[in-house]
């Protein structure tokens, strides 16, 4: 909206005033104070928004005006209205508003809704605030303040990440405060601060319950010693009492079995003496005196006759050879025998000897030099024997085998040498070549042949494909018209679709609409659905025909590829196999080749594989040779060990083993024979020899024998020496007879007597007495010991049974002896009045023990300490956690702190950075940037030295010149939204010196330039004069009509 | 090597005074069972010796792991040791030596155990029950500190005596000595370089120590994971911390486990493992992608669940869901109704305690979002910050608050216990649910 004509008929000073504008679009107003400025601002309001209706001083107005009347013409988008408004002095005016045209004004039905559309909706506040400003809003930053101004400047809807900043600073002061509040000692941080020191004092307690513990422990220790040192005491003092008690209860039976003990150590030991004895003992005495005598009788009877039979005796030396001579007498026909069998056996003898000495010399011719004692030294027992045969025989087969092996290398041998001579040849055949690398070569080539072949017949394929392809393209170009009577269909189809469209139209236009409308679309349907059907065919013909033409070049490209591998797989080399009619032969002789080369190879592996066993039997050979002489050694050794001279034939060690067994046995019988002999010689010679020695002892009475072969004479007369011999021997017989009789008498009596008196003296030897008398006193004193044993051990019951009654104490003979009952009396009286002493303390000391002992298991089972200790470190985690957080969030907030200063200077509301342009170019680029901080309402400036200042530091022409930048600014926005007034300014310029009003009014003129209309009120000629300078047409306000009635003047 | 056959438990590091550490989320009857899950894996252990039927037990490095250590603990472990003593069984103690100083001599002499020093051996005798003419097995233990002297090799083993050398770390072991001095402040150490320094120990023990049996202790985990080697008929063995005390610690595979020791004449030795610790942590680390919804999420922390196989003395799991990736979910998982409704869903064989930890992968982030500004903006300053001194970052913090000093002494101690890392992943999660998500921000 521009205002091109002030109209006012009555308000305040002014009576029918007119102000017209010629178009431009910046108009300077001029008028002195007083002259009404102010009040054609309000008027220009009120016609808008409505008169004021309040704050009126005067009772009709402020200058006593009835009516208030007047109008705006306007232009708004190209039409001009007239906006008037009537009203009495204290309303706010009826609106109307006329649409001037040419043909004449029309009035509006809603000249509410046309005016809302002209003034965009906006308020007279708004209107006031940004649109019509004086001095007084210039100066004040209240009126920024307003709702939706404020929205504008200080971005109160905030954008998305506005509102993340301002959440997440919000959001953060929130939880700090609840972790930690210094200023009042309050938060979590604090709570788990306090808890901390609590747990601390809790453990620092407990810990010295820990301390006492230990002291309250040595305590009882303590007691506990004592305790046990009365306990002993007044053990010792029971048992003492104890003692003395028994003592006293104890003496008197004591003592009795102490006198009849020393009685009976007196008396002699008790042993038993036989019933009757003293009886038996007086028959015995007189029983010996008469066997005495008869013994003596019968043997001086005996000693008589032995006398008398004494008178005869025989030659002593036959007597006492006679049974030697009698054996040998009996031997007499041996004795000739003997002598015959000696001679045979000394004839035999020579024998043998004979046979030895054959078989000694015939050892000797294989063995020459061998002795008789060699042979002996040999050992010839039978596990020799089968030793020898043993190491013969393993000797031998170790011998066989190495023969066999021999063989078999050698031939092994020769067949490698065969092979080799072959190999060589064939390595000769391939010019240096190793044969692997020709198989490599020759499969290789084969493997060439082969792709070759499959790439020919690659070709040949794709050659056929090509054609195929061809041959199909050249089909579908011949399909890709339709056919003839195809496109005469879609034509007609089409045409009658044309026809239809040109009749429909004709029939629109002559009959009616609807028809003609139907066959119209109908025609356009038609002529449509025929195109759409020639072009889809042709479009799929097309395709098809594009996709063959791609698969032939494909094709072609792919058959040059295959060519020029088939050309890259070409190998001169081929000629080695000859001319071949074909492929297939090629790769015929190819394989047979290869073959060939395989055949070669295996045969260079078994040549290789025969060196490497020829390598191995070599070892194994000599393996062989050192196992031979191994067993070579150890034949030698056991033949040696034998005896046997060394020899390596063992068919010669045989024979000479079996000589040597032949002479050894013929030295044994020999021997044998030897031996037997000489037993037979020593026997003669021994029956010989007793012969002379009894003829010897014989010679007193006859002739002694000098040659040993007349023996036999001596035989005779020793036979009648024997007869003799024998006669005298059976008289003595019979006298010995008689005397025997007599003897056995004898030795009857005496042996009668001595029973008698040796059992006399057993009787005697078992009381122990020597007499008869020792024997009857022995008796009497047997009988009172046993009155007195009898005693004790009534006594001596009486005694064990009080001891029995303290099994604990011993007696004491020593004690018993010196035993007073008078002293033990007195010292009783002592230990129990002690004891009595002891048991307090005792009792005493037990009690206190047993409170310290409660209270020390109450300290043992205590927990708390480890309850506490639990408690502290979950505090400590938390409080870990909390500081985390805490630590976390003075992170968190100094990086939201810088994102929200880079956001306040970057991310500003458009009108503030609007504002910032025109700040800087009206303090000619001192200040560069003005800004909110974000969710504030107040300004921020940062001059060009980057200096931050709020709006209340700086000077009043500065904060004016921010002020007025923001309202062009806000200006500006609305107008961006197609909200359209003019700006009017009253006199905002008086506080700018020279330099800055001449910006600010070259600022608004270049913003006028772009169509803003802004009408400057001002009462300083000089600013009219400045403008009148620049081509500006200044108004000069009239003096004002009006009458002072109400006697107030305000405007200006 | 003996010629009859042995048996013995093999346990490391009982730590029954040490809390759980790095749970944040328990209610208060799971923290009675924390409290005394030490106590009842005493009873485990125990029950395992019987079953066993093991003439001797032996126990080693650290025992409470606190100072003082608590009389509760004490207590149990005395009972344990005279309950023990009742079945026939020895109890052989290889304390940390500072523990060794920080209980009377009274207590240790009060103990029904064998408590073995630096370089003097202790033995037990024992019946076999094998019928070989061996009746008699003498085994010999000694505790030997990493590195001291007298390490003189002594006679070799006779055939009826078992040799058994408990091997001590020094701290820090001397092996790795040069390897920290090698590296400078700050700078990561690779396993693989802690591997080798630790083969590197074994190496030049291996040539002073003649023993059947070495047990390693102090070694730390990282002994664990490639220190059952089986070398010049020597074995070295690192049992597993007996009671996980960490999810880093929870990772190594024998943690939780007593070993069992069997020596078979002939065969050598054999190690059984048996869980005994009555709950097991379990670090889990999940990756949600940005197409992933609740239900994916819920039924792969199912499966996870699913695939653990509970020992029988087990009564509880504390499972550390570390969930990373990229996507509004891990954002949504910040909103701790929404982690409740989820681990009302999730059913274990056994009671389960969650332990949540979200890791936002800022380079998967970055790449996602890309074309929004605002979040590339967020993402690479976030970035800059990653190389950044955890202890700088808390220092330039702090010195830009106005708070009492007190509480910026405590802050920063806090601080300083932290890592880069957490730092930025909660940063990320606190912005990035404005900055990164594509819904105007999750509601938490």
């Not at chain 1, 009126?56 to 009347?69: C, N, S």
Request: charge should be negative; charged fraction near 30%.
């Amino acid at each position: 909206m521009k205002i091109r004509q002030i109209e006012v008929d009555r308000f305040g000073p002014w009576r029918n005033l007119r102000l017209p504008f010629e178009g431009h679009p910046f108009e300077m107003i001029y008028g002195p104070n007083e002259a009404g400025k102010s009040s054609l601002m309000r008027f220009i309001r009120g016609v808008l928004y409505g008169y004021d209706s309040h704050a009126l001083e005067g009772p009709r107005g402020d200058f006593g005006e009835d009516v208030r009347r007047g109008a705006l013409l306007v232009e708004h988008r190209g039409v001009e209205y007239r906006i008037s408004r009537e009203g009495e002095w204290n309303e706010r005016g009826t609106l109307h508003v006329d649409r001037l045209s040419s043909s004449g004004e029309r009035r509006e039905e809603q000249p509410d809704a046309i005016l809302r559309s002209i003034t965009g909706g906006t308020d007279e506040l708004l209107f006031q605030n940004a649109f019509a400003v004086g001095l007084d809003e210039v100066q004040h930053l209240a009126s920024l303040h307003e709702e939706e101004v404020g929205q504008h400047i200080y971005g109160l809807t905030l954008g998305p990440a506005g509102r993340q900043i301002l959440k997440a600073n919000t959001e953060a002061e929130r939880h700090q405060q609840q972790l930690f509040q210094p200023a009042v000692k309050q938060g979590e941080l604090f709570s788990l601060m306090a808890e901390e020191d609590r747990l601390q004092k809790e453990i620092v307690q407990a810990t010295t319950n820990s301390g006492v513990y230990l002291e309250k422990k040595k305590q009882l220790s303590n007691l506990q010693d004592e305790i046990e040192a009365l306990r002993k005491r007044q053990q010792y003092l029971q048992q003492e009492q104890r003692g003395c008690r028994f003592m006293e209860l104890i003496y008197k039976p004591w003592r009795q079995v102490y006198d009849y003990e020393q009685e009976l150590k007196r008396l002699p030991v008790r042993r038993n003496l036989p019933v009757g004895g003293l009886e038996k003992l007086r028959r015995l005495e007189s029983d010996i005196n008469q066997a005495r005598h008869s013994y003596r009788d019968r043997r001086g009877y005996y000693r008589n006759s032995l006398k008398q039979s004494s008178g005869m005796k025989p030659d002593s030396n036959v007597r006492r050879q006679a049974n030697l001579m009698q054996t040998l007498l009996d031997q007499r026909g041996w004795y000739q025998d003997e002598r015959g069998e000696i001679d045979r056996a000394e004839e035999k003898l020579r024998s043998a000897r004979h046979d030895l000495n054959h078989q000694l010399n015939q050892l000797q011719a294989l063995w020459p030099g061998v002795s008789l004692e060699r042979c002996r030294q040999i050992r010839m027992t039978s596990g020799s024997n089968r030793e020898l045969l043993a190491a013969a025989r393993k000797y031998q087969r170790e011998l066989a085998k190495r023969s066999r092996f021999r063989k078999r290398y050698d031939n092994l041998v020769r067949r490698n040498q065969t092979r080799t001579a072959e190999l060589t040849q064939v390595r000769l055949d391939l010019n240096g070549l190793s044969i692997t690398e020709a198989l490599s070569r020759a499969r290789q080539q084969l493997s060439n042949i082969k792709r070759r072949l499959e790439l020919q017949l690659q070709i040949k394929a794709f050659q056929e494909r090509m054609e195929r392809s061809q041959a199909q393209l050249a089909r579908q170009e011949e399909r890709i018209g339709l056919p003839t009577l195809a496109y005469l269909a879609i034509t007609i189809f089409v045409l009658g679709g044309l026809l239809a469209v040109g009749f429909g139209l004709w029939m629109a236009r002559q009959q009616s609409w609807l028809p003609g409308a139907i066959y119209f679309f109908l025609g356009l349907t038609s002529a449509g659905i025929g195109w759409s059907i020639k072009s889809h065919f042709r479009n799929v013909v097309s395709e098809t025909v594009r996709e063959t033409q791609d698969d032939l070049f494909e094709t072609r490209a792919k058959l040059n590829q295959l060519q020029r591998e088939v050309d890259r797989l070409y190998d001169p080399r081929l000629s080695d196999l000859g001319d071949a009619p074909d492929t297939e032969s090629l790769i015929d002789r190819a394989y047979q080749k290869v073959r060939e080369l395989e055949g070669h190879q295996e045969l260079e592996q078994r040549v290789q594989a025969e060196r490497e066993r020829l390598s191995r039997w070599r070892n194994r050979s000599q393996d062989l040779q050192r196992k031979v002489s191994e067993i070579r050694q150890q034949w030698c050794q056991l033949l040696q060990r034998i005896g046997l001279p060394e020899s390596v034939k063992t068919e010669e060690t045989f024979a000479l083993w079996e000589h040597v067994q032949s002479t050894v046995a013929a030295d044994a019988q020999l021997r044998q024979l030897e031996e037997a002999l000489g037993n037979r010689r020593h026997a003669l010679d021994h029956f010989e020899s007793q012969v002379l020695r009894v003829n010897d002892d014989l010679a007193t009475d006859g002739e002694t024998i000098q040659n040993r072969s007349s023996l036999h004479s001596v035989f005779p007369q020793w036979e009648d020496l024997l007869g003799q011999y024998g006669e005298w021997r059976s008289v003595r017989r019979k006298n010995r007879t008689a005397t025997r009789d007599t003897r056995r008498e004898v030795r009857r009596l005496q042996k009668e007597y001595e029973s008698l008196r040796s059992e006399r003296s057993e009787l005697l030897k078992k009381a122990g007495v020597h007499s008869f008398e020792e024997y009857a006193e022995l008796e009497e004193k047997l009988k009172r010991r046993q009155e007195l044993e009898e005693l004790l051990a009534l006594a001596q019951a009486d005694l064990d049974r009080l001891a029995r009654t303290e099994p604990e104490l011993a007696i004491v003979e020593e004690d018993l002896e010196q035993f007073d009952p008078a002293a033990n009396q007195s010292r009783l009286y002592d230990l129990s009045s002690e004891e009595k002493n002891i048991a307090a303390k005792l009792a005493r000391s037990l009690e206190e023990s047993g409170a310290l002992k409660q209270q020390l298991s109450h300290w043992e089972s205590d927990q708390s300490l480890m309850r506490f200790r639990q408690e502290l470190a979950i505090v400590r985690a938390k409080l870990h956690e909390a500081t985390s957080r805490w630590f976390g969030l003075q992170v968190s907030q100094e990086i939201s702190g810088h994102i929200q200063s880079r956001y306040e200077r970057t991310q500003q509301p458009e009108v503030l950075a609007t504002a910032s342009r025109y700040f800087t170019d009206l303090t000619e680029g001192k200040y560069q940037n003005v800004w909110t901080p974000l969710g504030k309402r107040h300004l921020c400036l940062e001059d060009n030295q980057q200096r931050l200042f709020r709006v209340e530091q700086v000077s009043r022409g500065t904060r004016e010149l921010l002020f007025l930048s923001i309202r062009m600014a806000l200006v500006q926005q609305f107008a961006s939204k197609e909200v359209e007034l003019p700006f009017i300014l009253d006199d905002v310029m008086v506080n700018f010196d020279q330099g800055r009003t001449e910006t600010t009014l070259n600022t608004l003129l270049k913003w006028a330039e772009t169509g803003q209309q802004i009408l400057c009120f001002t009462c300083h000629l000089h600013l009219a004069k400045m403008l009148e300078d620049r081509g500006v047409k200044t108004f000069h306000l009239p003096k004002h009509q009006a009458t002072a009635e109400a006697g107030n003047r305000w405007a200006g | 090597m003996p010629q009859s056959p042995l048996r013995f438990l093999h346990a490391d590091q009982l730590n029954l005074d040490v809390p759980l550490e790095g749970i944040s989320a328990i209610s208060s009857s799971s923290l009675q069972e924390l409290s005394t899950a030490p106590l009842n894996l005493l009873d485990n252990l125990l029950e395992y010796a019987m079953e066993e039927s093991v003439p001797f037990v032996l126990l080693t490095g650290t025992l409470f792991g606190a100072d003082p250590p608590s009389l509760a603990a004490q207590s149990a472990l005395r009972q344990f040791a005279a309950e023990l003593y009742e079945l026939g069984v020895e109890l052989v103690l290889a304390p940390h030596p500072l523990e060794r100083q920080l209980l009377s001599r009274q207590y240790w002499d009060e103990l029904e155990a064998i408590l073995l020093e630096p370089n003097l051996s202790a033995s037990i005798e024992l019946e076999s029950s094998s019928s070989h003419a061996h009746a008699h097995l003498h085994v010999e233990i000694q505790l030997r500190k990493e590195g001291s002297n007298g390490y003189a090799a002594s006679d070799p083993s006779r055939e009826n005596e078992f040799r058994i050398v408990v091997l001590e770390a020094d701290e820090p072991f001397s092996g790795l000595q040069s390897l920290l001095q090698a590296h400078t402040a700050g700078s990561e150490i690779s396993e693989a370089a802690c591997g080798h320094a630790l083969e590197q120990v074994i190496e030049s023990t291996h040539r002073t120590i003649d023993a059947d049996y070495v047990a390693l202790t102090g070694y730390g985990y990282r002994a664990q994971k490639k220190r059952d080697s089986h070398q010049h008929s020597r074995f070295y063995h690192a049992a597993g911390c007996l009671m996980p005390r960490t999810f880093e610690e929870a990772q190594v595979e024998k943690v939780g486990q007593a070993t069992l020791v069997r020596v078979e004449p002939g065969q050598g030795i054999h190690l059984t493992s048996r869980r005994v610790a009555p709950l097991r942590l379990v670090p889990v680390s999940i990756q949600v992608h940005p197409a992933d919804s609740k239900r994916d999420l819920e039924r792969r922390l199912q499966e996870e669940i699913d695939a653990l196989e509970p020992a029988a003395v087990e009564k509880l799991f504390i499972i550390e869901w570390n969930i990373n990736g990229a996507g509004d979910l891990l954002f949504e998982l910040a909103d701790t109704e929404l982690r409740r409704d989820l681990e009302k869903k999730l059913k274990g064989s056994r009671p389960l305690i969650h332990q949540w930890k979200l890791w936002p992968d800022r380079n998967a982030l970055e790449h996602a979002y890309s074309q929004e500004p605002l979040a590339s903006q967020f993402l690479e300053q976030l970035q800059q910050y990653a190389e950044t001194n955890p202890g700088n970052l808390v220092s330039d913090f702090l010195s830009r608050l106005e708070i009492d000093s007190q509480w910026q002494h405590r802050l920063r101690q806090l601080g300083t216990e932290l890592s880069t890392e957490s730092i930025l992943a909660a940063a990320c999660q606190q912005g990035g649910a404005y900055f990164v998500s594509t819904e105007e921000g999750v509601e938490r």
